[in-house]
């Protein structure tokens, strides 16, 4: 059973910084996806991030260079480093995960599991 939970978001400034957080449970040590998406209001959800069991990175376009995805070695927590933040980033941020090997894509009906989200707002 896996179990995903978010934490770390809030109201940041243009220009902040945030990070968020996912505890993790029930995912596989070896042939796992982990990965980040948000969804703004009025517009479908995009990906962010994902990760593999090795730690292999792949990141949406728009989002490279800003994102930092990470996980620790237990598959047990997935942050989310968000820096230069704008105000395009407002969104519920979610995390997913799915326990299969292979590449680790970045649509989100790739995902058999999702935690509840958590909101992040920029603004001045």
């Known amino acids: 059973q896996v179990h995903l939970v978010e934490s770390g978001g809030g109201s940041v400034q243009p220009g902040g910084s945030l990070t968020l957080s996912c505890a993790a449970s029930?995912?596989?040590?070896?042939?796992?996806?982990l990965g980040w998406f948000r969804q703004a209001p009025g517009k479908e959800r995009e990906a962010v991030a994902v990760?593999?069991?090795?730690?292999?990175?792949s990141y949406a376009d728009s989002m490279r260079g800003r994102f930092t995805i990470a996980q620790d070695n237990y598959k047990t927590n997935i942050t989310l480093r968000m820096t230069n933040l704008n105000v395009e980033d407002t969104a519920m941020y979610y995390c997913?995960?799915?326990?299969?090997?292979?590449?680790?894509?970045?649509?989100?009906?790739?995902?058999?599991?999702w935690g509840q989200g958590t909101q992040v707002t920029v603004s001045s």
């Open positions: 029930g995912i596989h040590y070896r042939g796992s996806c």
């Open positions: 997913a995960a799915d326990n299969r090997w292979g590449l680790c894509s970045l649509a989100s009906d790739a995902y058999a599991y």
């Open positions: 990760s593999d069991s090795t730690g292999k990175t």
